[in-house]
């Protein structure tokens, strides 16, 4: 509509005349855009993007769409035509505008009750809940072609982060063969880019071939921990593998020159033949522009190797690797060759936007990438990204703004995911760095959880602050959608915290919020993952993990990177000198005979502590490595 309508110069004058025409980022703005896709749903029974809405000059919704053609097409009028319709019946039947907006105000006012009365007296869910949850999981899943449900396919990364957390909790082989054959189906399939690492933002069709080929920082930074969790819980190659490459994309394309990572890379790129934007253009391959690259034997072996057989139009295909190469040396100089010819293309253009929450998401990935992998360049990245989250994002009242670019900040405020995800972030950086002062932040963002986006009574969450501009509607929703939802988000976030300080007020908080997840677990598993993963960190505890000792003793050293690959769901991992006071959990845990040494616990009640890395290994579930 952007390119057909909006730029349409007769189109465009005839809407500035009759309308304020209002077109909104739901990047900047999800709080606008979830209101009134509530609305569309709650008139249409349906919703989608583009999302078209006539509002009041109250901001009452009153007439709807998605897509309006620039001509009439197959029933459906053109968007001139719409023009005119409304404001034919503006000015001639403003009764009944005025009826449908009450109508539609009055429902969603209705709706608003509905995660918000009673939820904090209804249960977290518990090892029965959980366990029904993988059951329904289990229904959907897609035993030939890995995933759940059919085309499109999303990455459905919360979801897996469940199922590896409940195979750590429960031993559940059925949780984890979910797990791996979606991980593998996907980093197999076009959806990947087997060229330069990290993942399109969904395949089109149920084989994961063909992808939709924007990449989203989100998507990505979800899939990097998601893989390195597989890792930690297999020791699989593949997964180490994928998890590297996607670390390796994050910081060569989405990194800013602030030290943040931008939101995302565009679909279209300019097809070097045509000069046109066409979808994919960047990574699409014909047999012959691989001979032209490769040489007749290596691009035969491309052709094979690579599946390119003419998935697109004119003959191109996206990359697959459906099979591990025979010849790995070869497989490396192929790939290497056509990744150094691909830079020759016109590459996608890139949304340098910097949002808080995929930021705070990229941090944890990152952080715990680095220390796991040992990949100390990894962990740098994170930090910087969070210093530029601190330096540009957090407001001298300790509240959050949405975005930045550039370096200089947006106006729009943080809302639920910003506080939640970017907490998550900085409590990955304490658990990797044992600097305190990433613990202290995170507290105060969740401090302004507490105090600006909880529903006191009900424990519910709210997408905006209680002081935030007022839209027609409080909007507030507890399910994912392509990131966790702010309100599982939050819970995770507060439960971890909680882990570390003792507060019975923000573990509290934590286990009122995540009674939703009681009621919409076992019924729609896959809209809920995030909340089902925070679940099970509950069901196990979580385990807390203080290792205390000289930070420049290697034995120091090695227990806390045994701590690190504890696969107990939600585990959660300090490091420090013995009686840091300032980190509660590191508190009155003394060196074991003037050794460092190891705590394990739950509530803060301990096992006995333990020099022994092999030891500790045992006690948390961590593999051979």
Known sequence: MAHESFEDEAVA?????????????????PDVDAVYMEAVQAATGQGGWPMTVFLTPEKDPFYFGTYFPPEPRHG?????????????????????????????????????????AGTGAVAPPGAADLHQALVALSRSFDEKRGGFGGAPKFPPSMTIEFLLRHHARTGSQAALQLAERTCE?????????????????YSVDAEWVVPHFEKMLYDNALLLRVYLHLWRATGGAQARRVALETADFLLRELRTPEGGFASALDADSLDAA??????????????????????????AL??????????????????????????????????????????????????????????????????ETGALLERPDL?????????????????????????????????NAGVLEDYADTAEGFLAL???????????????????????????????????????????????????????????????????????????????AAERALGVVGALGSRAPRFIGWGLAAAEALADGPREVAVVGPADDPATTALHRIALLATAPGAVVAVGEPGAAEVPLLADRPLLGGRPAAYVCRHFTCDAPTADPQVLAESLGVRER
Do not use: C
């Open 13 to 29: 004058a005839y809407a500035n005349e009759h309308f304020v025409a209002v077109k909104v980022d739901r990047e900047e703005r």
């Open 76 to 116: 459906m009028p053109a968007f001139r035509q719409v023009l005119e319709g409304v404001i034919a019946a503006w000015r001639d039947r403003r009764d009944e505008v005025g009826e449908v907006a009450a109508r539609i105000r009055a429902e969603l006012a209705e709706r608003a009750l509905v995660y918000g």
């Open 185 to 201: 189906a996907m980093a197999r399939g076009g959806i990947y880019d087997q060229l330069g690492g990290g993942f399109a933002r």
């Open 274 to 299: 045509t000069g046109k934007p066409v979808e994919g253009a960047y990574y699409a391959w014909t047999p012959e522009q691989l001979t032209e690259v490769l040489g007749e034997r290596d691009g």
């Open 302 to 367: 491309a052709v094979e190797l690579f599946e390119v057989t003419g998935t697109f139009e004119h003959g191109t295909s996206v990359l697959q690797l459906l099979g591990d190469p025979e010849d790995l040396s070869a497989y490396e100089r192929i790939r290497a060759r056509l990744s150094e010819a691909r830079t020759r293309r016109p590459a996608p253009a890139r949304d340098d936007k910097v949002v808080a929450a995929w930021n705070g998401l990229a941090i944890a990935a990152l952080a």
């Open 379 to 411: 962990v740098e990245a994170a930090e910087r990204a969070a210093d530029l989250l601190l330096a540009v994002h957090l407001t001298a009242d300790g509240r959050l703004l949405r975005t930045s670019r550039d370096g200089r900040a947006g106006e």
């Open 430 to 508: 304490y658990a990797v760095t044992g600097e305190a002062e990433w613990l202290d932040l995170a507290g105060g963002l969740l401090d302004t959880v507490l105090a600006h986006f909880t529903d006191e009574a009900s424990g519910a969450l709210y997408d905006t602050a209680d002081d935030a501009e007022e839209l027609i509607r409080r909007p507030q929703d507890p399910t994912d959608n392509a990131t966790p939802s702010g309100w599982t988000a939050a819970a995770n976030a507060l439960l971890t915290y909680a882990a570390y300080t003792g507060s019975v007020r923000h573990r509290t």
